[in-house]
């Protein structure tokens, strides 16, 4: 397979960055969304058995691209070092595990959140992308957000990172893209 994995020239440590470098995250994040959803479509048509598959903008899209991304979403053992680093950040103890994903299913997160915005976006009227750069303490700090006219915004590449990790648990399907596509269509323009 010739997936190109995204490659952010930014450490991606939202609370940490400076507003003019998560300002340019932003902008390169909006630029590179025709051109990740390409990578996308040309990965999923790689693999047999979805050779028709379009990124067409259709919730129906979402279906495949769940059954898909469920086969793709890998894991890797974590090293000593990031088993330590990641106890010695913990407020209190609790379980590590002893595995994370790999960089490409990360970026297979990235790139299904790109396009679940996307798909969200043709098919909801009113929604926009936003930023929030308030408060560091905001769990999207820094990161490009949905925004409707619902109270909650919704951070899609977290979403397909959440998802990514309950594959990977094996606690969530290839149908939880297609019901999450569901619900936020809702909340993005509920009073939530």
């Known amino acids: ?82 088993l330590d680093e990641i106890k010695a950040d913990l407020p209190y103890p609790i379980a590590v595990s002893p595995s994370d994903l790999t960089n490409r299913t990360f970026s297979l997160a990235m790139d299904i959140g790109i396009y679940l915005s996307q798909v969200l976006m043709t098919n909801v009227p009113g929604l926009r ?27 899609p590449v977290r979403l397909m990172v959440t998802l990514a990790y309950g594959i990977a648990r094996q606690t969530q399907g290839g149908q939880r893209l297609r019901e999450l596509y569901d619900l936020w269509s809702q909340k993005l323009v509920a009073g939530e």
């Open 1 to 82: 397979m010739t997936y190109r994995t995204i490659q952010p020239p930014f450490t991606l440590e939202f609370r940490t960055m400076p507003k003019d470098e998560l300002r340019a995250y932003y902008r390169w994040f909006l630029e590179r969304v025709p051109e990740r959803i390409a990578e996308l479509q040309k990965a999923v048509n790689e693999t047999a058995g979805y050779e028709s598959w379009r990124a067409d903008g259709t919730p129906a899209s979402l279906d495949a691209l769940g059954r898909w991304f469920v086969a793709q979403v890998e894991t890797r053992p974590r090293t000593e070092k990031e």
């Open 129 to 155: 992308w936003e930023h929030p750069l308030g408060s560091p303490n905001f769990v999207d700090y820094g990161q490009p957000v949905l925004r409707g006219s619902g109270r909650v915004p919704m951070n």
